[in-house]
């Protein structure tokens, strides 16, 4: 397959023809990556079962993990049953913007869409690009993040051409995606609604739609064989460099000096290494190849780099990495849930 990678230009007559272009892909059940705020997605039209299974063999993706459908309004009424009130109050609060609602579906969604489950995930994206992308494709959107399964999300159009080439009809090239990581999943299927997967919309923001949201259980441990995850990103270990992974978590002195003891003991055995820590934090290690994620007071910043800067270890063709931890409150929650994820648990309380 020939993929058509295309940058938005901002020259009217140019990008009027590449969302025409993606629009009809689109609507002829082909594939389509391009940018958001939260990280780039792989969009087929949701509502085509045949254009939908084409999302899983570019991705590799397991079957039973579902899918985001992303729309262009907030009336969301032919796609799910019912609207709760708390749903209702999340959306008018939080779209466009990065948060996913979890609602019981109506038949007109497929069920490869929603990995079989009577619930979906819906959000409307605040990316200028991605909404004339939906509105031209007039078809609701379904779209993971634009990379092979378990790899970091592309945070840039050229990661999407380095995972997708070959894979897919076409990539919309736009600026670096705003947040850096996927969206706040919500489910409202539930009383109190929980919080599946933790984004840019945090836990204290939502608390003041409804003080009673919570955290899903299931994030606090590594889930079994058996978990049937009702939102993406909860089963599988995602967002992976190809390099071992290992967090080193506790108070800052405590954590630079364990990570220096186990950086020169993969180096006395010839390994590579990178260490990910803050600006705060760049000149106290000995050894390894040190990246600053941003700064320790802005963890919006470091959401924004993390899946970047993971890319970057793979680039440099290192073998191990070794991050520090961050606090999981706000937006260091998210931080802390990918790199978790990507980790596949291998965290060192110090």
Request: hydrophobic share 35%; net charge negative.
């Amino acid at each position: 397959m020939d993929t058509i990678v295309a940058k938005i230009t901002n020259d009217s007559l140019t990008d009027k023809k590449i969302y025409e272009q993606a629009g009809k892909i689109l609507r002829e059940g082909g594939l389509v990556a391009f940018p958001t705020e939260t990280v780039y997605g792989l969009g087929a039209n949701a509502l085509d079962d045949e254009a939908v299974k084409k999302i899983f063999i570019a991705k590799g993706r397991p079957q039973d993990n579902p899918l985001i459908i992303h729309v262009s309004t907030k009336e969301i009424s032919g796609l799910v049953k019912d609207v709760p009130e708390v749903a209702q109050k999340i959306i008018d609060k939080f779209w466009p913007g990065p948060l996913t609602v979890i609602l019981e579906k109506k038949d007109i969604i497929p069920n490869v869409t929603s990995a079989n489950l009577n619930t979906i995930g819906i959000r409307m994206p605040n990316s200028e690009i991605a909404l004339k992308l939906i509105e031209l494709a007039e078809r609701p959107i379904a779209a993971p993040s634009a990379n092979i399964s378990g790899r970091p999300s592309p945070t840039e159009v050229e990661r999407c051409v380095e995972d997708l080439n070959g894979r897919v009809d076409y990539i919309i090239g736009g600026e670096s995606s705003d947040i850096g990581v996927e969206s706040t999943i919500v489910d409202c299927t539930v009383n109190p609604p929980l919080v599946l997967r933790p984004g840019g919309i945090t836990l204290e923001m939502l608390k003041e739609i409804n003080p009673e949201i919570e955290l899903d259980k299931a994030l606090k441990s590594k889930p079994n064989d058996d978990f049937k995850p009702k939102a993406p990103g909860m089963k599988y270990k995602h967002y992976a460099p190809n390099a071992h992974l290992k967090i080193i978590k506790g108070k800052n002195e405590k954590t630079i000096e364990i990570i220096n003891e186990i950086v020169e003991n993969y180096i006395e055995k010839g390994n590579d290494v990178a260490i990910l820590t803050t600006n705060e934090n760049l000149n106290k290690f000995n050894n390894g190849k040190v990246i600053s994620l941003g700064s320790e007071n802005d963890l919006k910043e470091i959401a924004k780099n993390l899946f970047e800067t993971l890319r970057k270890c793979d680039d440099l063709r290192v073998q191990y990495i070794l991050c520090q931890g961050f606090e999981e409150n706000g937006v260091g929650l998210a931080i802390m849930n990918r790199l978790n994820k990507a980790a596949g648990y291998d965290i060192l309380e110090v």
